[in-house]
């Protein structure tokens, strides 16, 4: 491993949406940036993983330990939605929705937070939802149940790994243009953002710029925070 080696992150998801808008944010902040997904095509950069999958990802993060040396920050992106009515979510789907979206956040803090831990430092971000706030007007409730279970995550997590110099945070963005919001209804949308404070859809660069100053040195006392990205929703 070289010495001068830079700062270095993981954003899981990273191959669309909000998980793509951070990973490029980070680079162009200087940062050596490893997207992970299940669907992304493997390069130096892009590592193939399910987050869900342990073995899969205690095999990546075993690599950027041995390839790196290092862990700066973590960006939990990854996750899954589904429409389905409050009494119509099958128990798969359930099962489905909550290995992404919580126990795939879960396992890569688990092998992402010793690596921080070896030099003192280090940042999580989650990526939770507006439905964690409150409730989904368009999301299943299996969807809504996994980011509450998110929120808990993290500031379990931020109290634990404090000591360690490890923050812990989680941004909750509103509807974004990504291609989970494109699976809502567009009646449901337009009625949704036209009692939004902004009356648009935020973009992922927007919620990025939340995600990356909280992957940097300077969010230095911001720790176990569940920051909304919401426009005034």
Known sequence: MSSDVR?????????????KATADLLSERGFTTIRISR????????????VGDEQDVSRVFKEIGDRYGRLDALVNAAGVVSMSGPLDVAVSEWMDIMRTN???AYLCCKHAIPL????????VVNVSSIASRGYSETA???????????????????????????????????????EMVAAVPADELANRLSRSALGRLAEPDEVAEAIAFLASEGASYVNGALVDVNGGS
Not at 7 to 19: A, D, F, P, Y
Not at 39 to 50: A, F, K, Q
Not at 116 to 123: D, L, T
């Open 7 to 19: 700062r270095v992150s993981v954003v899981t998801g990273g191959g669309r949406g909000i998980g």
């Open 39 to 50: 669907t992304l095509d493997e390069s130096d950069m892009n590592w193939r993983c399910d």
């Open 116 to 123: 921080m831990s070896r030099r003192h430092y280090g940042r």
């Open 140 to 178: 299943s409730v299996a969807y809504t149940a996994s980011k509450y279970a998110l929120n808990g995550l993290t500031r379990q997590l931020a109290v634990n790994f404090a000591k360690d110099g490890i923050c812990i945070n989680c941004v909750c963005p509103s509807q974004t243009r990504t």
């Open 102 to 104: 919580v126990i795939g």
